[in-house]
C-alpha cells in the first residue's frame, strides 16, 4: 500500500531550524494527505501539521508562524515540514502520517513512518 520514509531529525539549539522529509509511496498516481504527527516522552502523540490532497494546511496553534508543510514539487507525495524557532517543547519523535482513506477510487490503508528524533537543546 503506502510505505512512507521519513529524514531530517536531529539535535538543533533553541531557536534553531531542521527540516523533516517525508517520502510516501504507492503504487498509485494519486495525490496522498500528508501528515506530521509528534511525540513527546509521556505524551500523547499529537498532529503538528497535514496537507491534504487538494492543498488544504492545516498547523497546531502551537507551531503556526514558526513551522511549513509543503509538497515537493518534482514527487507530490513528498512532503518537507520546515520547522523554524524551535523551542525545548518541539523536542519529540516525529512521525509522518497518511490517512487511510479513498485517493482516486483506491482504498488505501493508514500509513504510519517509523519517526524520526528531534531534539531541541542547548
Known amino acids: 500500500q503506502v510505505q512512507i520514509v521519513e529524514s531530517g531529525g536531529g539535535l538543533v539549539q533553541p531557536g534553531g531550524s531542521l527540516r523533516l522529509s517525508c517520502a510516501a509511496s504507492?503504487?498509485?498516481?494519486?495525490?496522498?494527505?500528508i501528515g506530521w504527527y509528534r511525540q513527546a516522552p509521556g505524551k500523547q502523540r499529537e498532529l503538528v501539521a497535514r496537507?491534504?490532497?487538494?492543498?488544504?494546511?492545516?498547523y497546531a496553534d502551537s507551531v503556526k508562524g514558526r513551522f511549513s508543510i509543503s509538497r515537493d514539487n518534482t514527487n507530490k507525495n513528498t512532503a518537507y515540514l520546515k520547522m523554524n524557532t524551535l523551542t525545548l517543547e518541539d523536542s519529540g519523535t516525529y512521525y509522518c502520517?497518511?490517512?487511510?482513506?479513498?485517493?482516486?477510487?483506491?482504498?488505501?490503508?493508514?500509513?504510519w513512518g517509523e519517526g524520526t528524533q528531534v531534539t531541541v537543546s542547548s
Open positions: 496537507i491534504s490532497s487538494s492543498g488544504t494546511i492545516t
Open positions: 502520517h497518511v490517512p487511510g482513506g479513498f485517493y482516486d477510487g483506491i482504498y488505501i490503508l493508514t500509513a
Open positions: 504507492t503504487s498509485t498516481s494519486s495525490i496522498l494527505a
